[in-house]
T-cell receptor
Framework: SAVISQKPSRDICQRGTSLTIQCQVDSQVTMMFWYRQQPGQSLTLIATANQGSEATYESGFVIDKFPISRPNLTFSTLTVSNMSPEDSSIYLC??????????FGQGTRLTVV | EDKVVQSPLSLVVHEGDTVTLNCSYEVTNFRSLLWYKQEKKAPTFLFMLTSSGIEKKSGRLSSILDKKELFSILNITATQTGDSAVYLCAVEENTGNQFYFGTGTSLTVIP
């Protein structure tokens, strides 16, 4: 199994600023994903973080707004740029390991004021 | 330590069978429990449960929560091959609005 450490667990940010969320895994994993979760709704996939190359974004999400880094097989960051209140959400990191099981971080609760 | 435990880890059934998936949790400041179906990348939301004893139903799927015994079950009746997926249970914690996910139950439905 994989243990995920996601930081920060929560933050309150001013509109127009940026926040970088970190996802650290205790083992090498094949795939890492970033999701957004609105309360009581489906998880929405933002992008797949690719090691050593640009992330693959889902429809409706762009690199300028959500730049992602993945410098190695155990670490990734998601930045929420130029934030607005509509970006208030829970952001989740997920990984798939070599056994193809999926694991989730505890999430980052972002409030933009 | 907060945790969410799902059982069984995997299950293989034949079409038409009924399955019951289990999710037990030890989370302080419980807010809600959510069930998801994961087939490829993004899990699909199934149910959100907040109150004990009230069954939620959608087609062949149903779910119920027991906040006293700290568990939930997801039932799928008359299973079909399209039900093959990993079913994830997550508990939302109230204080920090954080989520704790189980590792899922892998369901395979054989024709």
């Amino acid at each position: 199994s994989a243990v995920i450490s996601q930081k920060p667990s929560r933050d309150i940010c001013q509109r127009g600023t940026s926040l970088t969320i970190q996802c650290q895994v205790d083992s090498q994993v094949t795939m890492m994903f970033w999701y957004r979760q609105q309360p009581g709704q489906s998880l929405t996939l933002i992008a797949t973080a690719n090691q050593g190359s640009e992330a693959t974004y889902e429809s409706g999400f762009v690199i300028d707004k959500f730049p992602i880094s993945r410098p190695n097989l155990t670490f990734s960051t998601l930045t929420v740029s130029n934030m607005s209140p509509e970006d208030s959400s829970i952001y989740l990191c997920s990984v798939v390991d070599y056994s193809t099981e999926a694991f989730f971080g505890q999430g980052t609760r972002l409030t933009v004021v | 330590e907060d945790k969410v435990v799902q059982s069984p880890l995997s299950l293989v059934v034949h079409e038409g069978d009924t399955v019951t998936l289990n999710c037990s949790y030890e989370v302080t400041n419980f807010r809600s429990l959510l069930w998801y179906k994961q087939e490829k990348k993004a899990p699909t939301f199934l149910f959100m449960l907040t109150s004990s004893g009230i069954e939620k139903k959608s087609g062949r799927l149903s779910s119920i929560l027991d906040k006293k015994e700290l568990f939930s079950i997801l039932n799928i009746t008359a299973t079909q091959t399209g039900d093959s997926a990993v079913y994830l249970c997550a508990v939302e914690e109230n204080t920090g609005n954080q989520f704790y996910f189980g590792t899922g139950t892998s369901l395979t439905v054989i024709p």
